[in-house]
């Protein structure tokens, strides 16, 4: 697109034209407090134009073969991977994470584009025997229609590439709302997606008001789909609505994921694994460790480990080379932090390391909190029940392995889990009982564009990746024949 050679981040893009509204929304740096940005500020008006648009290009892009589909989109990978610096420096201004996490995410979504522009080409259908002599029976799978995507602000690249690719290399058109508060890598994202010459309307992106764009979504007929990653609050709304025009959901919600480390385990290998889940994005993960339960006998060379660990993480502005964690998004999420510390410290809980707001010079009109480790904390505590969001590692100790497995389930989340054993009857007893979406055993990383990534209860509902990521947006159709 065509800015005068000037690359801007500020525009909706409706039917494959930029358009500005007078109205924008404020992007701020959460490192600095300083205006990294602004973006129109879009409502009900732009929402129906942007579907009127991807209503009138779906038919057209459904119909495309996969393999020219797939075109769009490995172009689209290669131009996002050729600006990867410059995209990652986008996303560490407006979402505030360290630079080399934010180039992984620029990185992790350009697989996730390419892994689907090849599973794209696989969308088969079935040839089923009939009933009788003359009967055939075809399954076809096509396109679902015009999908609304609503996405959040912790990894706001990666969550457009993970709805985006596999909704557009199925056949579907979208429309996208990107949290107000990081909308500006989404368009930017965007941006390289209409350079590959993808036919108008395919794609659209509308900033702003999310009650209004939300409810314009939820109540056109013809959307059919809604893909929405975000809080379980706002989740559970929207599926109320859905439920209008029974339109299909894929729910992308909170969590609570426990990380249970059993005696046998190696404590030297668990401890890293955990520091580096806990403290990525500045603990402002969904599939994030909320609460680490540690066997008795091991916990306190554990939380020695873990404290040693936490103690040298280099904490600043994530624009900054060698820093390992930045700020949280916003004041609330200080305050929600300060809040669960507190309560923890109250009842009883001890601060290895951390429990405080990082204010030192260069650091005070960021949202900075210290890495935090607690020991001695118990299940009265309000920080093993609530989702954490932020940089603070509480430990709790458990006897038994039915104990802890009660504690882990004993959650309406059920995102992510992780443990760590040698014992081989262990990893099947307990990755089977443990009530979560994903289980990971001896290691903490999950996001691949190969897996099916989502949760069970009112961690939502339908799956991110894999070939499961493509069924979501595909309907089946049930073709029967009889043969003259
Ligand atoms: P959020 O408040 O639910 O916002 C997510 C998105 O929904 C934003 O684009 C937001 O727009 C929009 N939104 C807010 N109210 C809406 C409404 N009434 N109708 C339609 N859209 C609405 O969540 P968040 O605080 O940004 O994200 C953090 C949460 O996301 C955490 O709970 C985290 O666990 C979860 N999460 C889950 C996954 C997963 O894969 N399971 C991945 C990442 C994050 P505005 O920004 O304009 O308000």
Not at 384 to 393: I, L, Q
Request: charged letters at 20%; proline letters at 5%.
């Amino acid at each position: 697109m065509n800015h005068g050679g000037e690359k801007r981040w500020d525009y909706l893009l409706i039917g494959g034209e930029p358009c500005t509204l007078a109205q924008k929304i404020d992007v701020w740096n959460p490192a600095t407090g300083k205006l990294a940005g602004q973006v129109p500020r879009g409502g009900a008006k732009e929402t129906a134009l942007a579907i009127d648009a991807a209503a009138r290009a779906f038919p057209q892009w459904a119909k495309l073969p996969a393999k020219v589909r797939s075109g769009y989109l490995t172009d689209w990978a290669e131009r996002i991977e050729r600006d990867a610096k410059r995209l990652a420096g986008l996303l560490t201004l407006e979402q505030g994470k360290p630079i080399s996490e934010a180039m992984d995410e620029i990185q992790g979504s350009v697989e996730f584009i390419r892994w689907y522009a090849e599973e794209g080409k696989r969308a088969y259908g079935e040839l089923i025997p009939g009933s009788r002599e003359q009967q055939r029976i075809m399954v076809l799978k096509q396109p679902v229609g015009v999908v609304g995507m609503i996405t959040p602000w912790n990894y706001p690249a990666a969550m457009v590439a993970r709805k985006a690719a596999p909704a557009l290399a199925a056949g579907c058109s979208v429309v996208i709302k990107p949290a107000s508060q990081t909308p500006q890598i989404a368009i930017a994202l965007i941006h390289h997606l209409v350079d590959t010459g993808i036919p108008a309307g395919v794609v659209n992106v509308v900033t702003g008001s999310a009650a209004e764009i939300g409810e314009t979504m939820l109540t056109d007929q013809r959307v059919r789909k809604i893909s929405f990653t975000g809080s379980t609050e706002v989740g559970k709304e929207i599926m109320k609505k859905a439920a209008g025009q029974v339109k299909r959901l894929s729910l992308e919600l909170g969590g609570n994921a426990p990380v249970i480390v059993f005696p046998d385990a190696d404590l030297a290998k668990a401890a890293q694994a955990i520091v580096d889940n806990k403290f990525e994005n500045c603990g402002q993960m969904c599939n994030g460790i909320n609460v680490i339960y540690a066997h008795e006998s091991i916990l306190p060379e554990l939380a020695e480990r873990i404290t040693s660990l936490v103690r040298s993480l280099q904490v600043g502005p994530g624009t900054e080379q060698g820093i390992q964690m930045g700020p949280l998004i916003d004041e609330t999420a200080v305050s929600r932090v300060e809040r669960l510390v507190a309560d923890a410290v109250e009842r009883g809980a001890q601060v290895t390391t951390g429990g405080y707001r990082l204010g030192a010079e260069g650091l005070e009109l960021g949202h900075f909190y210290a890495p935090t480790v607690l020991t001695g904390v118990t299940r009265e505590m309000a920080i093993t029940h609530e989702e954490v969001f932020g940089p603070v590692a509480p430990i709790v100790s458990f006897r038994t392995e039915e104990e802890v497995l009660a504690w882990a389930n004993d959650t309406p989340y059920g995102l992510a889990a992780y443990f760590f054993t040698t014992d081989v009857s262990r990893v099947y007893r307990v990755s089977e009982a443990l009530q979560a979406g994903m289980v990971a055993i001896n290691g903490t990383s999950l996001s691949v564009p190969q897996a099916p990534f989502g949760g069970i209860k009112e961690s939502g509902t339908g799956r991110e990746g894999g070939h499961h990521g493509l069924e979501e947006y595909l309907e089946l159709k049930y073709v029967s024949l009889t043969l003259p």
